[in-house]
């Protein structure tokens, strides 16, 4: 008896959102029933990952339709008086609002909270903002991948003693904002449904990814150091790293923590006289003694499929894991069996597959995802039945380029 | 539930049973943070967290333990063996008035110990059960073990991260186990709605490797286009500059779109002639010849101190940031003037600066709370909350069940 997880049917949620984090969080939430409608405009107001990679059509660019996932699309101009007006009487008629724009965009197209909140108390409004609505740097420019370095985790990714800062192509602030601003957005609501209030709430990208920092800033204030990288290193386990094995850049990871952790690995690499070994014989004794202990593991491993290597290790109760690439994920048979992908045989990019999320429901099935409706595609359904307006003046406004 | 609008809590009201190791401690914090009264249940002898590193001073001591300070900061501690039969009455009775329950047990634990979901929810009706393992509640993988490092192998982040002509190179701490236990809390806070406005409880079943995979478009960008992405230590793929780049006395990372060449060939006044050919205006291209424009960008930032290339850059409109150590970043004038770190003070570890909740609400945040002692709330849950008589306590603390 499975039935579909649309937890949020009925939640309606405005978008003004551009880039990754933001989308995403719509994505995040559209994928579990909400009906997200995201506003954007052609007089200066597209989502800039519409024009990533060399797309002519503003629909059919990859990493758009990635992060938009079953959202819908009302083109409309804000910086137009009747733009904005609309926007206004829609906010009415919607439980909240999320924005990433810079702070006080919004606030000077006459949209900002107050107003938003004039025929609907009980708005919810969330803001992903880079540096936060408030402080002497809200006006930054900030991308996801800045942000990590001004945490303090661009500095700390890196293997320990190198002459230079390494740190990651990626943008770890965005993937932590789209997660984390669906979360607190369901919370504002809930708050919002028990006091008959609304709430702003401002999640700043740059504090939630030092959030994710904490244990390293109590570190640096209490033991008054500055915390170093250190990379692979675990500071309570040995063997514990990363292990190339056969095949071009293969890798697989391995982690001996506890006594029997070990004696099963000694097992499984066929070393079994090293248990007795006086260099290993405990926990402190392998930190130790790591430098060794890395080598050996090393020698095994590159004899070796990554894949065997986490098998074999697995199976005797020793964690490792296959250092997996985009091609290993699309395989997976963990993935697979959590029915993990959902398949497009048939968009504008052509066919794909894409993650769903990281969790399940029991006895749910996954929640509808749709490729985003094209540009504008929902300007006359909701015009027309969320707010009653008629054919003709919904054709006036595109005339008039309120639509566009 | 009157008491919302008075609290300086997002969402106070609600109880959340925190039965997680270091996995899904973070889960807990996040709710705690969104304003509910988490109890951490730890096993008699302490939640194993308190016994990782760091430590303040270096003392391994059961108090002593940063880790297990900041992820459980701000919510009660009790100690309950719930393996014995009293202690797993207790553990029902606690069930019994609380929302959420969290848990990062190896699949199937709490059934062998008769505590499933459904005899749990026989307690309480609609109750929200999350379990965070590393892979899920059934399949191939269940029974894998998950150490932070096999979360981001696994998961594709780890194969993209660090320098090409190294070993790749794991995120510091535990980025896995942190961003699963936000998908974990996504899940209650969904599950919590579908409670309220529907009446059903719910199990959610939170996977670190499936939270991981969803990173970067490692996955993605293989099955539309069939590219593998590679580590390029802070290289971006699709930009340049867009990387970690030399100052006088650090580095600073800038991110340059087609919409910030411009300006940052203005501000750059003597770059080199040959950068004002119309082409380098194409992102793609100048991303194809990274190496050059690399160097050229090198030779002009090395000329800076990183805080003040920083402030030139901001002021035209360049989006450029320092490489800061985690103490520059405590340091900087905007976090503090946002007072995200607040001053805790702690029996054991003494006054410092901690995070606070990671949003505001209403202009308001919340202020961080210290981590509890070992079992400090014993007393006031145990006979304050469930009624035991003081003598019968001192009898399970005899019989090693609290």
Known sequence: MHSTNEILKGVRILTFTTGYAGPYAGRLMAGYGAEVIKIESRKGGLDTFRHYGQHKDIDAAPRFIECNLGVRSLSINLKHPTGARLIRELAGKSDAILENFRPRVLDKLGLGDGELRKSN???????LPGFGSEGPKSSYGTWGFNLTAFSGMTYLWNHPDQDRPIGSQGVYP?????????????AALLRSRLTGKGVSIDLAQIEGTAYTLGVTYLDAAV???????????????APHGCYRCQGEDRWCVISVRTDDEWHSFCCVIGRSELIDDARFVNRPARLEHAAELNAITQQWAEARSAEEVMNQLQSAGVPAGVVQTGADLLKDVQLRHRNYFASFPDSLIGPFEIPRSGILFRGMSEGPLRLPNRFGADNDQIL??????DEASIAKWRAEEVLT | MSDIDNSNSLLPGFRVLDLTSSMGAFCGKLLRDLGMDVIKVEPPGGDPTRSEPPF????????????????NAGKRSITLDIGKDSGRGLLLDLVERSDIVLETFEPGYLSTHDLGYEVLLERRPKLILVSLTGFGQDGPYAHYKTPDIVGTAMGGLLYISGDPKLTPCNPP??????YASLFAAYGAMLALWQRETRGIGAYVDASIQASMALHEHVAFNFSAEG?????????????APANLFQCKNGWIALFVTQAHWPLLLKVWEDHAPELDDPKWINSNLRRAHADYINAQVTSYTSRFLKEDLAELMQKNGIPGLPVNSPSDFMKDPHIQARGFFSTVTHPVLGSFPQPGSPFMFDGKRAAPSPAPLMGQHNNEVFCGELGLDKKYLEVLAADGVI
């Open chain 2, 227 to 239: 590219r593998v992405m590679k580590r390029a230590g802070s290289q971006h793929q699709h930009n």
């Open chain 2, 56 to 71: 303040a001073k270096d003392h391994t001591h059961r108090e002593g333990s940063l880790r297990f300070a900041y992820l």
């Open chain 1, 384 to 389: 027309g039945e969320i707010l009653g307006y």
């Open chain 1, 174 to 186: 965005d993937h932590l904002g789209f997660i984390m601003g669906p979360t607190i957005m369901v």
């Open chain 1, 121 to 127: 108390p009980k708005l919810v409004i969330v803001k």
């Open chain 1, 223 to 237: 033991n008054s150091h500055d915390p170093q990288p250190r990379g692979n290193r675990d500071p309570e386990a």
């Open chain 2, 173 to 178: 701490e535990t980025q896995s186990y942190y």
